[in-house]
């Protein structure tokens, strides 16, 4: 019997990628399992580490680019009830790592509790938001989080506590292959201050993103003390085009991929965008999108 077989529908062979990400590019992955219990995700966690499987959690692949030719191994999503729920509990809130931002903001919003309405926009799930810690210069999602619960590489639940953890600029020290739940410490807030800032960062952050219908990625991170945007702007490279992606014309750190576009065209871009800001201004961009 093939390992996972006896996991049934939750685990889908040779399942293409693109249609599970943003860009909508690169190819299949060995084996797509979208677990519905706590249990199942353990067992996948447990047979992947016992067997040296490679093991990886997609959330809504807004950060995202899947190689061409594919992944090997095990892709997990964490889609199901068991791991998008989100509870409040006084100034606690408690989300599932498959849950959408967007909805834990809503829900924390709705209970007057203050923090992370900033990073309303942000596209994506709680656990990839976390594991990037999302956010931008106004604040960022690291900074509200009390502890996390996570599956070690041998699929054990551990709890990673606040004096443990460490965010940076779209970074983390949380390094463990499964992030389950979060625990959020926010501040009692007016409702009216609240939305306020909530609708500041929308205007100012949907005013920066590509168009809604665009397939776009956020490429690099930005420096210390700079705009990765307007560094790429001032090399001239809005509007620069390999194949079918393009660097965006309303921010130059994101890549719009047009139909047609392959996960090549995105990597030779990206290589571009890197080495003409390196002999313009000598700095090194670092990559914020993952590549599979
Ligand atoms: C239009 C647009 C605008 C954006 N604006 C911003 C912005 O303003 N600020 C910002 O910081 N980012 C921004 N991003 C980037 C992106 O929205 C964030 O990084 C987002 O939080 C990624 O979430 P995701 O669920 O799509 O993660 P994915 O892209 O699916 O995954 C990202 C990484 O997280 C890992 N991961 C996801 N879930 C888990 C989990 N449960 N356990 C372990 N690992 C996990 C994945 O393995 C991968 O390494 C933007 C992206 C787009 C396309």
Not at 176 to 205: C, H, N, S, Y
Request: a neutral charge; charged letters at 25%.
């Amino acid at each position: 019997m093939a390992l996972f077989d006896d996991l049934g529908d939750i685990v889908k062979r040779n399942e293409p990628l693109a249609p599970y990400t943003f860009l909508k590019l690169g190819g299949p992955v060995e084996m797509l399992v979208q677990p519905r219990t706590r249990e199942q995700l353990s067992t996948v966690v447990q047979r992947c580490f016992d067997d040296g499987i490679p093991l990886r959690v997609l959330g809504t692949g807004c950060n995202l680019l899947v190689r061409d030719e594919g992944v090997s191994g095990v892709v997990l999503r964490l889609t199901e009830p068991a791991f998008t729920q989100i509870a409040v509990q006084g100034k606690t809130v408690r989300a599932g790592t498959g849950a959408a931002v967007q909805s834990l903001i809503s829900v924390a919003a709705r209970n007057n509790l203050a923090g992370l309405e900033t990073l309303v926009g942000i596209p994506g799930t709680v656990g990839g938001a976390l594991r990037t810690n999302a956010g931008d210069r106004t604040g960022d999602i690291g900074q509200f989080v009390r502890r996390v619960e996570v599956l070690d590489s041998a699929g054990t639940p551990q709890f990673r506590e606040r004096d443990e953890l460490r965010f940076e600029n779209r970074a983390t020290n949380l390094d463990d292959p499964v992030l389950l739940t979060v625990e959020f410490g926010l501040d009692p807030d007016q409702p009216d201050a609240i939305l306020k800032r909530m609708r500041k960062a929308w205007i100012q952050r949907k005013a920066a993103q590509p168009l809604g219908y665009q397939a776009a990625g956020r490429v690099f991170k930005n420096p210390r003390g700079l705009q990765a945007a307007t560094l790429l702007e001032q090399a001239g490279l809005a509007r620069t085009k390999v194949g079918g992606a393009e660097v965006s014309d309303r921010d130059s750190n994101y890549i719009v991929v047009h139909p047609g576009a392959t996960s090549r065209d995105v990597l030779r871009l990206m290589d571009l965008m890197k080495s003409r800001v390196q002999e313009r201004f000598g700095v090194e961009l670092e990559r914020e999108i993952t590549v599979w």
